[in-house]
């Protein structure tokens, strides 16, 4: 077995508040192996771009990690000083965010911004580091790069700015991209290039990512394997296809029902009845008992940990089994 380039054990991360502290991430525990690209995927407020944030060390205040571990290369990060953690974030995490504008400076050119990532984790001089820039550009599908790197932010559309940030995240050869909605503001087309240029990095580069989305168009297309979210817990996690075609976890299945199919000639989509809960008021037992049908006593007082079932993993007292959705 290959070692895993990240491992994320029980990791739980809390908000202090006047009012209590409020509980984000709750025992959330995964890896990812070299060169593979995992889906994150569930409803807003789930946690997926908080255990992104958690794992680039970003976590704003006052959050803060209050149990578990993040390892890289088998190395603990997450108690890292703030100076060392700065190292490992760009040298050996690339991040990239759902909005580019937000990410880019507006004051400075692109080439300056790549220029500076580029010799802040890499010992080249100003020279080699504009020409990797250049290299950079032209590999995530920026034409004319050598004009286009003088240029400001404000100069290119959305799906060029986005291409930017993923220059960016890829300037010092990174092991691990955490890609947080990459293509959520761009339309289909362009959403499609940026997919195919994330793949052909992790193909190339050897570079793991971890795929913040709530698209599971995206998620098909793109990632080995998915891990599902809901109010802070991971409710289910395995290959991508099994995941889709096979759920286990009965709001998996309310996922994939809402989505719909070309195939398929259906008057009405699925819906899950009900809302997340809020943070401050997490049932017990299965967070997701309240709109589960299935839901029992056990349900409603134990919780259920992360267990085989079938060919995913799904933390839940009655999964569903692969004959029910036929």
């Known amino acids: 077995m290959t070692q895993p380039l990240l491992e994320v054990r029980h990791l739980r991360v809390e908000f202090p508040t006047r009012r209590g502290t409020l509980l984000a991430l709750d025992d959330i ?37 209050a149990a578990g571990e993040i390892r890289l290369s088998g190395r603990r990060i997450d108690k890292l000083p703030d100076e060392q953690m700065r190292r490992v974030r760009g040298r050996e995490i690339g991040a990239v965010f759902q909005d580019p504008l937000t990410s880019l400076n507006p004051l400075y050119t692109v080439g300056r911004q790549l220029v500076e990532t580029i010799t802040t984790h890499l010992e080249l001089s100003a020279a080699q580091a504009r020409a990797r820039a250049i290299e950079l550009l032209a590999s995530t599908g920026i034409p004319a790069p050598e004009a286009r790197i003088d240029h400001y932010p404000h100069q290119f559309s959305g ?14 050869q990174p092991k691990l991209i955490v890609a947080d909605e990459p293509t959520t503001a761009l339309d289909v087309s362009i959403q499609a290039q940026i997919i195919a240029l994330l793949k052909r990095v992790c193909k190339e580069q050897g570079a793991a990512v971890m795929l913040v989305t709530h698209d ?3 998620i098909a297309e793109t990632c080995d394997r998915v891990a599902v979210m809901y109010a802070g817990r991971i409710a289910e996690i395995g290959p991508v296809a099994d995941v889709i075609h096979r759920p286990a976890h009965p709001y998996t299945v309310g996922l994939m029902g809402s989505i719909p199919a070309m195939d398929e000639e259906r008057e009405r989509l699925q819906q899950i009845d009900g809302a997340m809960p809020r943070l401050t008021a997490i049932p017990p037992g299965c967070a997701f008992n309240p709109r589960c049908a299935q839901a029992d006593e056990r349900c409603r007082g134990q919780r259920p940990e992360l267990v085989a079932a079938g060919a995913t993993c799904a933390a839940c007292w009655k999964p569903v089994s692969p004959e029910a959705l036929r």
């Open 29 to 65: 525990s995964f890896d990812i192996a070299p060169g593979e690209i995992l889906g994150v995927v569930g409803e807003s407020g789930a946690g997926k771009s908080l255990t992104g944030a958690a794992i680039i060390g970003l976590l704003d205040p006052p959050g803060r990690i």
């Open 159 to 172: 799906g060029m700015r986005q291409r930017v940030v993923i220059a960016l995240a890829l300037a010092a």
């Open 216 to 218: 599971m168009g995206v």
